[in-house]
């Protein structure tokens, strides 16, 4: 079964609106997450990684006060896509893991209308 | 920088014709090449991770190795619900913990 999960698996939200995802380890404690992003027929894009206790730290080209990170506990991260808009429109996944298995959460549609 | 070279983009097989996937690398200390599968509108499955030179690892009709500088992931005897893209990723010991640097997959086809 899965042991990263993410919710919602599907969320429509209006432009300007802003929209939480959850990620959760099942089975493991997760001091390291990590969020992608990817566009139809592309690979995974890495947003950011998210540090329990601790600021994201956020990959170049990715604003920081548009995708907010949070990583307070050690089972769950949750990523906030605040004022969206329709080109925030796309697959985000979550992945957690540790050194010889990193796993991946189902990923979740985000359609901004 | 590291970097994750997949080919071909898309592969198609008839049931059963058995071929290879590659992936070629350059990172800065290997800490893992990973395979993944991923099915249209899902997050990637994980299959496996090859640390060093020389290593194997089968599931079912996959078998991944590593070289130095690529991986080869076989599929024997593939069926239908083999279709899928599959990517390859590695980790480096330059970055953050855990860190993965995709390639852009291979979709492969397989037709009965």
């Known amino acids: 079964g899965a042991v990263v999960s993410q919710h919602p698996s599907r969320v429509i939200c209006k432009s300007g609106t802003s929209v939480k995802i959850e990620c959760r380890s099942l089975d493991f404690q997760a001091t390291t997450m990590f969020w992608y992003r990817q566009f139809p027929k592309q690979s995974l894009m890495l947003m950011a990684t998210s540090n329990e206790g601790s600021k994201a730290t956020y990959e170049q080209g990715v604003e920081k006060d548009k995708f907010l990170i949070n990583h307070a506990s050690l089972t769950l991260s949750t990523l906030t896509v605040t004022s969206a808009h329709p080109e925030d429109s796309s697959f985000y996944i979550c992945?957690?893991?540790?050194?010889?298995?990193?796993?991946f959460g189902e990923g979740s549609w985000l359609t901004v209308v | 920088e590291d970097q994750v070279t997949q080919s071909p983009e898309a592969l198609r097989l008839q049931e059963g014709e058995s071929s290879s996937l590659n992936c070629s690398y350059t990172?800065?200390?290997?800490?893992?090449l990973f395979w993944y599968r991923q099915d249209p509108g899902k997050g990637p499955e994980f299959l496996f991770t090859?640390?060093?030179a020389g290593e194997e690892k089968e599931k079912e009709r996959l078998k991944a190795t590593l070289t130095k500088k690529e991986s080869f992931l076989h599929i024997t005897a593939p069926k239908p619900e083999d279709s899928a893209t599959y990517l390859c990723?590695?980790?480096?010991?330059?970055?953050?913990?855990?860190?993965?640097?995709f390639g852009k997959g291979t979709l492969l086809t397989v037709n009965p």
């Open positions: 992945s957690a893991g540790g050194a010889n298995t990193i796993y």
């Open positions: 090859l640390y060093s």
């Open positions: 990172v800065s200390g290997l800490r893992g």
């Open positions: 990723a590695v980790r480096g010991s330059g970055g953050s913990n855990y860190k993965l640097t």
